[in-house]
């Protein structure tokens, strides 16, 4: 099976993050984990919600792209 889990930036330094804000915390196409983490790293005090969801059989789907589509 495959854990889901959803990792949410709420504020930057206390302060709340907004919409304006999530471009700098976010991670998404072709980013490398590596730099942005370390970018992450270096913008300050962050405060972070994590959401666990249930785990997702993986015998449910017939490839991984249908799984993919399940869980975002």
Known sequence: S???LALTYTRL???P????????V???G???MASHAWKLL???PLDANIRIGPPVPLDDFPDRKALARYTE
């Open 30 to 32: 072709d980013m490398d």
């Open 13 to 15: 330094h206390g302060l």
């Open 42 to 44: 270096g913008l300050g």
């Open 17 to 24: 993050l907004g919409r304006r804000g999530r471009p700098q």
């Open 2 to 4: 495959v854990q889901t």
């Open 26 to 28: 976010a991670w998404y």
